[in-house]
């Protein structure tokens, strides 16, 4: 398996655990081609001011998507979690009793 195969692996793997990475990504490079475009038709701002509310627009997203990631992440780890552990524990658990009624030594 190639390098490039295992990063790309790896890549999707790590979007399945956290799929705000990508739309991070995504939007990361949404706003500044959009900005870049709109260049043209700036006006008479100047160009550092221009470059910069595309980087604070670009880097607005990132964060956003990051602190929904966290939140995301932990309403899994914290709530959803717990929920499902404890429903695991009010359900009956059959397993020994199946053990016990067909194990022919059990009588004896």
């Given at each position: 398996m190639s390098s490039y195969e295992e990063n790309e692996s790896k890549f999707w793997r790590k979007a399945k655990e956290n799929p705000f990475v990508p739309v991070g990504m995504a939007g990361f490079v949404a706003i500044v081609g959009y900005r870049l475009m709109k260049m043209k038709s700036?006006?008479?701002?100047?160009?550092?001011?221009?470059?910069?509310?595309?980087?604070?627009?670009?880097?607005?997203?990132?964060?956003?998507?990051?602190?929904?990631?966290?939140?995301?992440s932990m309403y899994r780890e914290y709530f959803a979690k717990p929920i499902e552990q404890e429903q695991k524990a009010t359900?009956?658990?059959?397993?020994?009793?199946?053990?016990?009624?067909?194990?022919?030594?059990?009588?004896?």
């Open positions: 700036r006006g008479d701002t100047k160009m550092s001011v221009h470059l910069i509310h595309m980087r604070v627009a670009a880097q607005g997203f990132v964060v956003g998507a990051m602190t929904v990631g966290v939140l995301f359900q009956p658990n059959f397993s020994l009793m199946t053990q016990f009624l067909t194990d022919p030594h059990h009588l004896v």
